[in-house]
């Protein structure tokens, strides 16, 4: 049997039989646009010149009517004017007053005003009145005695206080001060040992003789070596002294422990304003401080507390409750409470 070559069966087809078979056909390595079924074999007539079609856009756009909303540019300032501050000064009633007396003055006298016309136009206004209004230097020049002065207070510093020296030599006498303590002198209302090195026998005395004192209201033991051995003493004169307003411990050699206990004593005392314990030798735990605060609620009366402060929370706690004594003393003063 002979085979034949598909060259001799394309070359008996015509040309519509060779495309009615080929889209009969579908290959699928074909290309999409060899294997779509519906061809165009019309050619195109015209050319299209982009220059022209460009040019012809550009003429349309400029000769419509739509989108003529220009403006033209206007300067415009919005907002207040700046102004400086010397234009801001607005004129008052003795401002129109001294221009009128100063031309008056002129037309008079038929020469120029110098400045002591000036100073006296200005006595005749009020000078308070005047230096509210005009500048200061203006009413009152340098080397003439005007008589006139400014209404602003000189702002002066204060001078800085020095701060007190803890060696300072106290020359007080200890058996003279514990005889009037004893005796109840009514002369010695403040009683001041600070640095004046004490042992705990003398410090014992004082607390004893000051636990019937009437007389004394300021208690000061500032570096005088007391201990926790003399807390005891302090207790006692705490809860029976009415008079004592102010006490002073700092820089002393009190362990924290002993201080909480101090503090707990005044829950019963109503006269104590003022108590200062900061600085000591043995510095406060933090149970310590917490301590010392919740002890401060139970007492109404003390306005001034000092003490070296390492825990936050216990400080504010602390400054609450005396906030709230200075309420309470307020009140007391004006007759609220």
Known sequence: MDYFQNDDIFSGLSKEEIEQLNSELCDDLLPAA?????????????????????????????????????????????GSKFVKADEKKEKTIYDDEFEKLLMEAEKQGGASVDDEDIDALAEILGASSLLGSVDISSCSRPGK??????????????????????????????????????????????????????????????????????????LEMCNCGVTDSAIDGFITLLQSNTTLQSLSLETNKIAGKFLVKLIQSLDTNETLKE??????????????????????????????FSLNWKNGGSRNTADRFIMRNNDIARKKRQGLA
Request: include cysteine; proline fraction near 1%.
């Open 34 to 78: 060899d294997r779509v079924k519906y061809h165009i074999d019309k050619k195109g007539q015209n050319t299209i010149d982009k220059a022209a079609l460009s040019k012809w856009m550009e003429e349309a756009a400029i000769a419509s009517q739509i989108g003529q909303d220009y403006v033209p540019y206007v300067k415009e300032t919005r």
């Open 145 to 218: 005695e005007t008589g006139l002065k400014s209404p602003i207070a000189d702002a002066r510093a204060e001078k800085v206080q020095a701060e007190v020296d803890m060696t300072e030599t106290n020359d007080i006498e200890i058996e003279e001060a514990l005889g009037q303590i004893k005796n109840n002198d009514s002369s010695l209302a403040t009683c001041c040992f600070n640095n004046v090195q004490m042992d705990a026998e003398t410090v014992d005395s004082v607390t004893s003789a000051m636990v019937r004192n009437t007389s004394v209201t300021k």
């Open 275 to 304: 108590l200062r314990i900061a600085n000591q030798y043995y510095s406060t735990g933090v149970g310590d401080e917490m301590a010392i605060a919740k002890a401060l609620e139970k007492n109404t009366s003390l306005c001034k």
